[in-house]
Structure formats: C-alpha cells, structure tokens
T-cell receptor, first 119, second 107 residues
Framework: ETGVTQSPTHLIKTRGQQVTLRCSSQ?????VSWYQQALGQGPQFIFQ???????GRGNFPPRFSGLQFPNYSSELNVNALELDDSALYLC??????????????????FGPGTRLTVL | RKEVEQDPGPFNVPEGATVAFNCTYS??????FFWYRQDCRKEPKLLMS???SGNEDGRFTAQLNRASQYISLLIRDSKLSDSATYLC????????FGTGTSLTVIP
C-alpha cells in the first residue's frame, strides 16, 4: 500500500452538477498531483499542488480546480459536470515537486482513485 | 502528436514465455522514465524506473535508448500474476503516461 487515500471510492452525478474529490498524501510527501483516466486510456495530468499552491497544470479547463491544505491533503473540484468527465480520478503524492529546475525528480505514488460517473 | 506511444496489445502469452513491450516518446528533453503496472480497475503501481544503462529487477528488465527515444520492458518466465496493463511514463514538467499495453498470461 502506498499510504495515499482517496474519497469517495465511487460517485454518481448528473450533468451540470459540481463534485469535490479528496486525497490524503503519503506521510512525508508534500506534493500532490491529480490525474483523470478515461476507460482504455492512460492517466492524464490535471494539475499539481506543492505547499498549497498550484505547481503546474495540464490541458484541462478552468472548471477543474483544486486546493491543497497545510497538512498536504488536497481536493479536486469539478464544476458544471459533463458526460465526458466520467472517469477514474487518481491522486498521486511525491516527496518533491514535479518541477525542480524544470524536470520531474521523483516517483509518484497513487491512491486507489475515485470512479466518477456523470449521467 | 502524443508524448508517449505504446502498442495497446493485447498480448496473450503462455505461462513461462518471454514478452517484450516497447514505448516511444517524443520529447528528447525527457529526463526520467518509468514503467507502471495497473491491474483492472485499480491504481497504477510503480514497477521500475528506467535508467540509461538499463536495469533489471528479477524477471523484469528495462532499457532506454535515448538516441531512438524508446523504452522497453522485458518480462521473462511470465507468471499468471503478471497479467495486467503496463504503462510507460516519461517526464518533463509533468508525468506523461502512455495508453498502456495489456498483457494476459495464459495457463
């Protein structure tokens, strides 16, 4: 087990609603990244948080937003849900930020994910 | 163009077989490389990092060819428990995952 936890495990929402997903990072890790994994695809980077600030963002619209708290736990918020938002949402923690001189320096450890279904 | 390209498979091999997966990446400035394993409906788990000199971990061997920008994973003496999807990962300012290669080891 990686020590990264996520809640809830499953969630069903309807189009237009808002959702908040939660992640607790592994002890000693101060960086949290969020990924979206659609069926049959690899995980796609949404954004990363380091010391409570966004530290890089992938190609996702602004309705995907996040927070990191002083204890390094994190939230992913998605507004105005669309059918295509149905996916497995993965949180990963690492002990260093992704961008350290512009390169990733450390491995990421994933939580079990939240499976979101939008109807 | 995708950052990372993988043959999605599926690869169906008998127990005891040797199987190899390849992955190509587009960013020549990529610094770190990994193979992750993902079981059905589970999270990805780190299998091994990939180093320029090549590295081995038991039945698994990973190699990196920077000139040709590809990464490989070799699994020897396949076990039923090796059945999973194998994800190739490269890095820049974020982790880039391939779509994964599906492996089924048949008794």
């Amino acid at each position: 087990e990686t020590g990264v936890t996520q809640s809830p495990t499953h969630l069903i929402k309807t189009r237009g609603q808002q959702v908040t997903l939660r992640c607790s990072s592994q002890s000693g890790h101060n960086t949290v990244s969020w990924y979206q994994q659609a069926l049959g695809q690899g995980p796609q980077f949404i954004f990363q948080y380091y010391r409570e600030e966004e530290n890089g963002r992938g190609n996702f619209p602004p309705r995907f937003s996040g927070l990191q708290f002083p204890n390094y736990s994190s939230e992913l918020n998605v507004n105005a849900l669309e059918l295509d938002d149905s996916a497995l949402y993965l949180c990963a923690s690492s002990p260093m930020p992704a961008s350290s001189g512009g390169t990733v320096t450390d491995t990421q450890y994933f939580g079990p994910g939240t499976r979101l279904t939008v109807l | 163009r995708k950052e990372v390209e993988q043959d999605p498979g599926p690869f169906n091999v008998p127990e005891g077989a040797t199987v190899a997966f390849n992955c190509t990446y587009s960013n020549s400035a990529s610094q770190s490389f990994f193979w992750y394993r993902q079981d059905c409906r589970k999270e990805p788990k780190l299998l091994m990092s990939v180093y320029s000199s090549g590295n081995e971990d038991g039945r698994f061997t990973a190699q990196l060819n920077r000139a040709s920008q590809y990464i490989s994973l070799l699994i020897r003496d396949s076990k039923l428990s090796d059945s999973a999807t194998y994800l190739c990962v490269t890095t820049g300012n974020q982790f880039y995952f391939g779509t994964g290669t599906s492996l089924t080891v048949i008794p």
